[in-house]
């Protein structure tokens, strides 16, 4: 992934940043509705996210490739974003924060691209105060039709990709203690789905 994503810096944004867009925004309006806070971005990426929190929210961004983060930290200084407290090369999987550090995180296309979904959200859920909200945006599979034939034919490229095509959504949440509180399809067509779940208490 940290080659795919070396590879994808230099033109993620124009290759990728269109097409995800009104589910990201739509993912920054759910964090941005919430309480102010701490929040933590997994996956960070080119932080195309960040210029799009409310001031009051404190933001740190994490992701496992400098190259992408290089591309964010730009951002941040260009556009003198004084709420992103940090941007931190870190593995979401294994993530270096003690219990409880933050009201909320949310991974945008991050789900789909870890090795270990699972343990993704099993670190997010430790991180996350008792009661707090974890937000994904993601492509799930479709389980028939079409779709699902066209995710099916791609999956043999996911190290290329940098994604996998027929990541299911049950994958995420098997056994997870987090508790669904509903899903939301995003445009464009209902292909990416604003999942939202809230931490045990
Ligand atoms: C499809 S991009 C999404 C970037 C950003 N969230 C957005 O909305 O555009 C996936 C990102 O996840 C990062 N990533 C992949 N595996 C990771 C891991 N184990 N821990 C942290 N970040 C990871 C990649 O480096 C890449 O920046």
Redesign the pocket.
């Known amino acids: ?2 080659l795919a ?1 070396r590879r994808w810096a230099g033109i ?1 944004d124009t290759v ?2 269109g097409v ?1 867009r009104p589910a ?1 925004m739509r993912a920054v309006a759910a964090v941005n509705a919430l309480p102010p806070g701490r929040v933590l ?6 932080g ?2 960040l210029p799009h929190y409310r001031p009051e929210i404190s933001v740190v961004g ?4 400098a190259e ?1 983060l290089a591309k964010a930290r730009a951002k941040v200084a260009a556009e003198r974003l004084k709420n992103v407290e940090a941007l931190l090369e ?4 294994a993530l270096e924060f003690p219990d409880a550090s933050f009201d909320s995180a949310v ?4 789900a789909s ?3 270990d979904a699972r343990a ?1 959200l099993a670190e997010l859920v430790r991180v996350v105060r008792p009661g707090g909200t974890i937000l994904f945006v993601n492509h799930f599979r479709a389980e028939g039709g079409p779709r699902w034939a066209i995710e099916r034919a791609m999956a043999p490229f996911s190290r290329r990709l ?2 996998h095509p027929d990541f299911a959504e049950s994958t995420l949440l098997a056994g997870a203690s987090a508790r669904v509180l509903g899903r939301e399809p995003c445009t464009p067509f209902g292909l990416f789905t604003l999942l939202r779940l809230a931490t045990p208490r």
């Open positions: 992934m940290r994503y993620y990728f940043g995800s990201r971005e997994v996956g960070v990426g080119t195309l996210a994490i992701d496992l490739s992408m870190m593995d979401a999987q991974g945008m296309f991050v691209v870890v090795p993704m940098g994604w």
